[in-house]
């Protein structure tokens, strides 16, 4: 075979070890055994959106929305009055039926919207001009674990992927240094745990990463090895095993999933204690979200919703914030409503009003979507005699942001505030708005799993256009 002839057999394997090189290297950001090639590469939504990453400020036990955005005089009125007397009574989870039981706290109009908010959450309703409560929510369960898992994945039965997990899965992520759906643990797993947040029969690398408080919000954040190139080496040769193995099974997610988790694990050494570094925060800044505050939990709820900003600007795409651990329980008052509401309100009140602020002062807020919701409401009618039972026919959510249309009331209870009666609102129909307002049509965002095409939102869900701007 002459020069010539070798040359001419050969000129397309040349061209395709250069097509093998361009498209596993960086800047196509594809790998040859998956495609897309990584678990978080951005991909596009389905229309323009408004919104690029989720804030969602989770009110663990089920917020009293009579105490907090659903003034009802009502029940001053008929405070101590056996409620049997008044409307039809549902069996509540305890059953322990007391009197009509007024507010303890005052609500007052706030903004040029005249909102009403009670007196638990004076920082939050300063905001209410950008504020859109939604007064008629509905949950399908009355106990803590189901009515958890259907507010984080819109299904009451454990196992199915978690509403940040599906985002991720959707649209991926802006930052390959970090997960693209960070839940921060201030002290409180919800019922149900870890479920809450986990990728259900989507690929492991869509799960919620876990963020302790503290100083050491990871554990192994800090290299063992005494050098990189030895850590380098420990992960080339993990990485070879698994190709290996992959090699044989052809397209395996687990295996996939791995890979990614340990490549993405290695870059966090490095990005993870820069990003949880508050100190470079101004004194000015962390005094906006209560970290001088003389509460050791407004401290410490105020340094995780400034560690949610810094998370969003670094283009996580979903951050998730759990309850502190207060002198009292989570926002579930059986008993000792008035200490328990109110422990819980001083510790998130201030800082959530901080992150709002924020969020507008850096430009942030037009393309930031914040939630803030529980997983059902509180009786109208007292448990015993200072309390409240779970009350899943009525609560009060609501949301911020990209896309919101500020200072809007929408939905309405009876008169006792016990059961939604106009704009009933279900907790498909929030996922729904939520996956618009990120640019993603709910129909339309699903994954195929024994033997169906499933979605967040089952076979419901609607948009909520009147708090849409």
Known sequence: MTRREMLALCRNGFGGVALMGLLGSAPFGRRLRADPPAPLHPRAPHRVPKARSVIFLYMDGGVSQVDSFDPKPRLAREHGEDPHLKFAVDATQFNSIGKILKSPWDFRRYGECGME???????????????????????????????????????????????GS??????????QDLPGYVVLDGGLIPPGGLDNFNS?????????????????????????????????????????TDETLLGRLGQAGQIESA???????????????????????????????????????TRGYGAQCLLARRLVE??????????????????????????????????VDQPIAGLLQDLKARGMFEDTLVVWAGEFGRTPFAQGTDGRDHNPSA??????????????????????????????????????????LLGMEHERLTYRFSGRDIRLTDVGGRVIDAILT
């Open 395 to 436: 609560f009060s959510i609501w949301l911020a942001g990209a896309g919101i249309r500020g200072g809007t009331t929408y939905g309405a209870t009876d008169e006792y505030g016990y059961r939604a009666v106009e704009n009933v609102t279900t907790i498909h129909d929030l996922h729904a708005t939520m996956l618009h």
């Open 166 to 175: 599906w985002i991720t899965y959707g649209l991926g992520s802006d930052n």
């Open 117 to 163: 908010v009670s007196d638990l959450f004076p920082h939050i309703g300063s905001c209410a001009d950008d504020l859109a409560v939604i007064r008629s929510m509905v949950a399908d369960f009355p106990e803590h674990t189901n009515a958890n898992y259907f507010l984080h994945t819109g299904h009451g039965l454990q196992g199915r992927p978690s509403m």
């Open 200 to 240: 259900g029969f989507l690929p492991a690398s869509y799960q919620g990463s876990i963020f302790r408080a503290g100083d050491v919000p990871l554990a192994n954040i800090d290299p063992l090895e005494p050098t990189t190139e030895l850590q380098q080496r420990k992960l080339n040769l993990i990485n070879q």
């Open 259 to 297: 890979i990614a988790n340990y490549e993405l694990a290695s870059r966090m050494q490095t990005s993870v204690p820069e990003l949880t570094n508050l100190a470079t925060e101004s004194a000015a800044t962390r005094r906006l979200y209560g970290m001088d505050s003389d509460d050791t939990y």
């Open 314 to 347: 670094r283009g996580v795409r979903f951050v998730e914030l759990t309850c502190p651990r207060v002198q009292a329980d989570r926002w579930d008052q059986h008993s000792r409503l008035i200490d328990g509401h109110t422990r819980n309100a001083h510790a």
